[in-house]
């Protein structure tokens, strides 16, 4: 099992990353890391959770609300990893998923977005160099 503090390092380098037109609209967000998602997420794998008002939805009286939530759960990455290196990209893979929630993607938006083009070369990439 990876160190919190290391774990919590690579979910800041990810959010880092961002391109700077993203990241300055990330407000008033929170960025979790937690062992376990709550028991009775248990029997599903639960990577990392989004939780508030998508940032396409706040209107001009939004405000005096709390942070929305962004939760990585190292737990549930650590178990369908197998090295360092799978952690470190499972990782920046949760941390896009859930800031693209933020930004008001769903399910069927994101996953069209991870089989992108370049996301596409890198499996193709990966899959040469393990043959």
Known sequence: MMPRSQFEALVESVLKSLPSRFRARLKNLAVLVEDWPPAE?????????????PYPYRGPFYGNVGPDVIVIYQGP???????????????????????????????????????????????????????
């Open 41 to 53: 997420n248990r029997g599903r794998m639960i990577l990392g959770l989004y939780h508030g008002v």
């Open 77 to 131: 990455i650590e178990a369908v990893c197998s090295s360092e290196d799978e952690v470190e990209a499972k990782v920046r893979e949760v941390v896009l998923h859930e800031v693209g929630h933020y930004f008001g993607l769903d399910e069927a938006q994101l996953r069209e977005l991870e089989k992108s083009p370049t996301k596409q070369r890198e499996k193709r990439r990966d899959n040469k160099a393990k043959w």
